[in-house]
């Protein structure tokens, strides 16, 4: 139902902002997803709805416990108009809080951490272009590319496309040390004052992984590399 009051519009809005923000977090901390407008709508409503009502299950055993002190349910219930307008302030700034938490604990949900525990398992969306830069997390990725024109530029890898699609317009970067060969040449050089390039995918012909393993803190370096 839409919602066709001011009032309500802003209730609307307010309790689907968790499921907007585990979505936007989602796509920034992994690979994009081709789902249908359906199934996003679905899943934007209910972490919205979990997580909303999980918050607010917590508010109303606080607000049972301490009614003096945040907000008396009993009279809310009883007389919600008048006990609105008398404390319209206390209640705002319950509800902005609650929003707020529910908002943080979306993203959390949707987040590294939770990864971890929850053991996510990414690897049904990635493409083979993604699966080659994610294929051992603990290592530091070097790439070599060489393009259709016979150069060659190398370096760590920076950021890459993550479409779900195996398609030509994409990109990657690479930072410094960069790594160039010109067409024709034998041996690479060092790009004086160039921290970062980016690639096209439409131009390459062959792309070369490196993944090298990087040593914790206060452990012996271990420099092994396993190529690809």
């Not at 008398?86 to 609650?98: D, Y």
């Not at 010109?182 to 390459?204: C, D, F, H, K, W």
Request: with cysteine; hydrophobic share 50%.
């Amino acid at each position: 139902m839409i919602p066709t009051t001011l009032v309500g519009l802003v209730l609307f809005i307010a309790l689907l902002t968790p499921g907007f923000a585990y979505s936007a977090r989602r796509e920034r901390s992994g690979p994009e997803r081709q789902f249908s407008a359906l199934r996003e709508t679905v899943a934007m409503v209910v972490v919205s709805v979990v997580c909303d009502l999980v918050v607010l299950s917590l508010a109303l055993v606080v607000w049972s416990v301490l009614p003096k002190q945040t907000v008396d349910l009993t009279a809310f219930l009883t007389k919600p108009a008048d006990y609105a307008v008398k404390h319209h302030v206390a209640l705002w700034i319950w509800g902005v809080g609650l929003v707020g938490v529910a908002t943080l604990l979306a993203v959390l949900v949707a987040g590294p951490l939770f990864d971890r525990l929850g053991r996510r398992n990414e690897a049904p969306y990635l493409s083979a272009w993604g699966r080659l830069f994610t294929a051992h997390p603990a290592c530091r990725v070097h790439v070599g590319c060489h393009l259709s024109d016979g150069t060659y530029v190398a370096g760590w890898l920076l950021t890459y496309s993550r479409s779900a699609a195996d398609v030509a317009d994409r990109e990657l970067t690479i930072s410094g040390p960069v790594q160039y060969r010109a067409a024709g040449q034998q041996e690479a050089i060092e790009l004086p004052n160039v921290g970062a390039t980016a690639v096209s995918a439409r131009q390459m012909t062959l792309l070369q992984v490196s993944y090298v393993r990087v040593a914790q803190p206060g452990t012996q370096s271990d420099v092994r590399e396993i190529r690809t």
